[in-house]
C-alpha cells in the first residue's frame, strides 16, 4: 500500500506542477486556487504515507521529492487562495455586444504600501479564467467595447480574438 501512495503522491504533485506551469505561462486558470491548493495537500499527505516504502533509495527519494515540492506548493496556494478571498474586490461586470465574452473586473488593494489596481479577467469555458488586464495605480475602470471582440480598458485597446492583454 506504501507502495502505491508513494507513486500517486508523485504523480499528483506532478500534475499540480503542471498544472501552475499553465497558469504561470499562458495567464489561463485551468482549476480553481483552492482546488490546486487541494491537489497539492493530498499529494502532501499521500507523500508521508508513501514514507514507509523503502524498497530502493528512489522510491525514498521520490517520497522526499514529493514531500517538500507538495509543501512549498501548498504554502504558495494557501496564500493565493487568501490573497483572492481578501485582496480582489469585485466592482463591475461587463459583456460583449454579441454576448460571447464575458469580463470580470477586481480591485487589487494591497494594503497600506501599495496603490490600488485593477484587474480585468476574460471568462472562458468552464471555470477558465485569463487575466487581460493588470492596471495599477488605478481604482477604476472605463470601459468600451468597440466591436463583438475588441474593448478598450482605461484607454487602452485590446482584440479578445487575437488574445491580446495588457499589464502596467
Known sequence: ????FNRWSFYLCFL??????????FNWSIVPAYILWSLAATSLIFGKLGLKDKTNKRAKFRSWFTII?????????FLGVIRLIF?????QITHSPDGNYK??????NGGATTSFGVLGKL???LW???????????????????????ISINNHILD???GETYSD
Open 1 to 4: 500500500m506504501a507502495r502505491k
Open 16 to 25: 499540480t506542477l503542471l498544472i501552475w506551469l499553465n497558469l504561470i505561462i
Open 69 to 77: 515540492l507538495s509543501s512549498l506548493f501548498s504554502i504558495v496556494l
Open 87 to 91: 485582496v480582489e474586490d469585485l466592482f
Open 103 to 108: 469580463i470580470e473586473f477586481y480591485l487589487t
Open 123 to 125: 471568462d472562458g469555458p
Open 128 to 150: 477558465f479564467k485569463k487575466t487581460i488586464n493588470d492596471d495599477y495605480h488605478m481604482d477604476k475602470a472605463d470601459v468600451e467595447w468597440i466591436n463583438e471582440h475588441t
Open 160 to 162: 479578445l480574438k487575437k
